[in-house]
C-alpha cells in the first residue's frame, strides 16, 4: 500500500518551509489539507502542482474511509493542515489512526510547530512541559480543565485567538492566582514578533489596555508552590467504630 506523509508547513513565514516538505508535496499523489484554498496559495507560491482533496474536522468521519481505500490502492498521501503541524491543534490524528489500524506507513517530516517555537524562547523552564492547546470555550468546562491544571508542576502551554485572550488570561487568574509568570508569545516568526513576559495579573492588565491583535502561544509557569502535606485520610465514622471493635 502507499505511505501517508505528514507534512508541517510554516506559521508565518514561508521561509520556514523546509526542503523536504516540498519535495514531498511534490512528489505524492494528492494532498489531504485542511483548507484547499490556503493551501493553494502555498502550492502556487512554491509551484507545486499536486491535486488536493479537502479534509477538515467536519468531513474526517466521511472522507478517512475515502482516503484509506486509496492508500491501499497504492497511492501516495500528504496531508496537510492551515498551519504548523498537522494533529498539533489541527485535523490529523485520526487519519493517523486509522494508518496504523490498517498497517499503512506513516512517514512524519519535522518542520514549524507554534508551542515548541515560543517554549524554546520563553525563558521558563522547557522541561518537562505540558502541552495543552485550547482550553475549552465554555465557561464551567474551562474553570474544570484549569482546576485540574492548578498543582501541575510543568511548564505550561496553551494556544488562544486573539478575541478571547483577555477572557482565558482573567480566568487563568481566577485559577493559578495573580503571580504566575506567563510569557505571551506573539505572531511568531512574523514581522511583528514579540514577547511579554511577566505575572498573570500584569498579562490581563495588558489584554485589557489595548486591542489584541495576532497569533497567540501562551507559556505559563508551573506551580511552585511547595508540594502540600498529604491530606490525612479520615475514614467516615462507622469505619473507624468497626476499627476499633476489631
Ligand atoms: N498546528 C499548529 C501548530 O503546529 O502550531 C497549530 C494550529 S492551531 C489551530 C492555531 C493556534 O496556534 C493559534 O490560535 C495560536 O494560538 C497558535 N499559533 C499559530 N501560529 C502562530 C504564530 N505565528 N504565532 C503565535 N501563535 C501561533
Not at 506559521?11 to 499523489?29: F, K, Q
Not at 512524519?108 to 475549552?136: D, E, K, M, R, W
Request: charged share 25%.
Amino acid at each position: 500500500s502507499g505511505t501517508l506523509f505528514l507534512v508541517p508547513t510554516p506559521i508565518g513565514n514561508l521561509g520556514d518551509m523546509s526542503p523536504r516538505a516540498i519535495e514531498t508535496l511534490r512528489a505524492v499523489d494528492l494532498i489531504a489539507a485542511e483548507d484547499t484554498r490556503n493551501t493553494q496559495k502555498l502550492l502556487n507560491h512554491f509551484e507545486i502542482e499536486t491535486h488536493q482533496i479537502s479534509f477538515h474536522e467536519y468531513n474526517t468521519k466521511e472522507r478517512i474511509p475515502q482516503l484509506i481505500d486509496k492508500l491501499e490502492q497504492g497511492l501516495s498521501l500528504a496531508q496537510v493542515s492551515d498551519a504548523g503541524m498537522p494533529s498539533i491543534s489541527d485535523p490529523g490524528s485520526e487519519l493517523v489512526e486509522a494508518c496504523v489500524a490498517k498497517g499503512i506507513r506513516v512517514v512524519p517530516i519535522p518542520g514549524p510547530n507554534a508551542a515548541l517555537t515560543a517554549l524554546i524562547a520563553s525563558g521558563l523552564v522547557p522541561q518537562p512541559f505540558l502541552f495543552y492547546g485550547f482550553l475549552s470555550r465554555k465557561n464551567t468546562e474551562r474553570a474544570e480543565q484549569l482546576a485540574q491544571l492548578t498543582p501541575q508542576t510543568m511548564t505550561l502551554i496553551f494556544y488562544e485567538a486573539p478575541h478571547r485572550l483577555l477572557k482565558t488570561l482573567k480566568s487563568l487568574v481566577t485559577a493559578f492566582g495573580e503571580d504566575r509568570k506567563i510569557v505571551l508569545c506573539r505572531e511568531l516568526t512574523k514581522r511583528y514578533e514579540e514577547f511579554l513576559r511577566g505575572t498573570l495579573a500584569e498579562a490581563v492588565e495588558w489584554a485589557g489596555s489595548s486591542e489584541v491583535r495576532g497569533e497567540f502561544v501562551l507559556i505559563v509557569e508551573g506551580n511552585q508552590a511547595p508540594p502540600e502535606e498529604e491530606a490525612k485520610v479520615v475514614l467516615p465514622l462507622d469505619q473507624q467504630v468497626e476499627m476499633l471493635i476489631k
